[in-house]
């Protein structure tokens, strides 16, 4: 069974409205990829800039950033680790309050997308975008969250 832990790195992610539900959305995103372990992480634009800018090389805060676990975990390990999902706080608050969204449905938006990427899913070419946003709408309408695709120029980085 997979696990998420949450890692509450900035206290306004101290909310559990706003926790639960992504915690809920996160773990059912990994559910299925045996007994792995994922982090997520709500942290700040800060420390996002900081992560963006040490592995993508792009010098600005981002709203969601995946680490996937690289192959170098042993396969007779016990719980090895899908990797880490990032969130910074004023970019996605930012964004909810543009879009008129719930932070909270935005949240879960983001770590089922930060999730997907962890066990494989990419929106590099438009089959897959096409895949991974079915598998999105899916996920989250599962929990009463409307389609996060309906605001065109704002899907996740």
Do not use: K
Request: glycine share 6%; charged share 25%.
């Amino acid at each position: 069974m997979s696990r998420v832990v949450l890692q509450i790195a900035d206290p306004r992610w101290d909310d559990p409205e706003l926790t639960t539900l992504a915690h809920a959305c996160a773990t059912r995103a990994v559910q299925g990829h045996g007994s792995e372990r994922a982090n997520l992480r709500l942290t700040c634009d800060a420390e996002m800039q900081t992560l963006n800018r040490s592995w993508r090389r792009i010098d600005r805060p981002t709203n969601v950033l995946s680490f996937p676990q690289e192959d170098t975990v042993s396969p007779d390990e016990a719980n090895p680790e899908l990797g880490d999902v990032a969130i910074g706080f004023e970019t996605a608050e930012r964004e909810a309050r543009e879009r008129g969204l719930p932070l909270s449905h935005h949240l879960a938006h983001l770590a089922v997308h930060g999730m997907l990427h962890l066990v494989g899913f990419r929106h590099d070419t438009d089959p897959s975008a096409q895949c991974m946003e079915d598998l999105e709408r899916s996920m989250l309408a599962d929990f009463g969250i409307s389609d996060p695709y309906r605001y065109r120029g704002a899907a996740s980085q």
